[in-house]
């Protein structure tokens, strides 16, 4: 049996994985954290990390930023491999985590799903082929209102996918109101959009001459997301210290 530390465990995804691992026979969560404590749970809950001794096999993180400093030192010092979800990380932070992932195994992810894992692999191959023949390259990512951060990490990491396969020669351009100029050959238009109760929809669009191929993935429920971490922490249980990625998990 593999034992979760969920952190976040009452937040929306924190609940989701909660549900899900409760259904599974291999996985269940012996500890939770979370600053926001009402709620029931049917395992201990701590507001602060430092404070459980609860042993566990790995970490399953769904939380925000501030929660991350705590969480990566705790592991470290426990041993402990990390589930890293928990998006819109500083510069200095994502520095941390590439260095405590030189001592513990950390598996970080902009998207926990199988399909935009898929997706991003795609992205490589077109851009490959169609940014070389002139075509334009903008995505566009649609949230639910709730969301802190834009645009998503999801977002940043499908750019990054197209931009590492043109050798990084492509900027990213996030807000065209300020200035009053045609579009560059060489850049990456994201834009982010919030309303409602949209889960995530992001859109890869390669605008060319006279034609437009587009790549979009849309989430209809979060347990798409829950399930893909779940996998990801049985992968983790027993690895070696370094990054790792959904690509490695799922074989792409």
């Known amino acids: ?48 990390i430092e404070a459980c001794t609860i042993s566990a096999d790995v970490v399953i993180d769904f939380s925000n930023a501030k929660a991350v400093d705590a969480l990566l030192a705790y592991c470290v010092t426990r041993n402990l491999p990390v589930v890293l979800c928990t998006t819109g990380l500083s510069k200095e932070q994502l520095e941390k985590v590439t260095e405590v992932s030189k001592k513990i195994a950390v598996l970080k992810s902009a ?7 898929l997706l991003m692999k795609l992205l490589k191959d077109a851009s490959k082929v169609l940014a070389p023949s002139g075509y ?22 499908l750019a990054d996918c197209v931009n590492e396969s043109l050798e990084e020669a492509y900027t990213y351009v996030y807000d065209r109101s300020q200035k009053r100029e045609k579009r560059g050959k060489k850049e990456i238009g994201i834009s982010a959009v919030r309303g409602g109760t949209i889960v995530g929809e992001h859109e890869v669009i390669f605008a060319g001459l006279d034609e437009v191929i587009e790549l979009k993935h849309t989430a209809y429920s979060r347990s798409v997301f829950g399930k893909g971490a779940m996998e990801a922490a049985r992968f983790l249980v027993g690895k070696e210290a370094r990054m790792y990625d959904m690509s490695d998990v799922i074989g792409l």
Not at 19 to 30: N, P, R, S, Y
Not at 112 to 117: A, C, P, W
Not at 146 to 154: E, F, M, N, V, Y
């Open 111 to 117: 998207n926990m799903s199988l399909g935009i894992n």
């Open 136 to 157: 334009d390259v903008e995505i566009i990512e649609k949230h639910h209102n709730q969301k802190l951060d834009a645009p998503s990490g999801t977002a940043l990491a």
């Open 1 to 48: 049996m593999i034992k979760v530390l969920m952190h976040g465990c009452n937040g929306k995804m924190g609940r989701m994985v909660t549900a899900l691992i409760e259904q599974d026979k291999e996985m269940e969560i012996v500890a939770g954290i979370d600053s926001y404590m009402d709620t029931t749970n049917s395992y201990p809950v701590f507001q602060e």
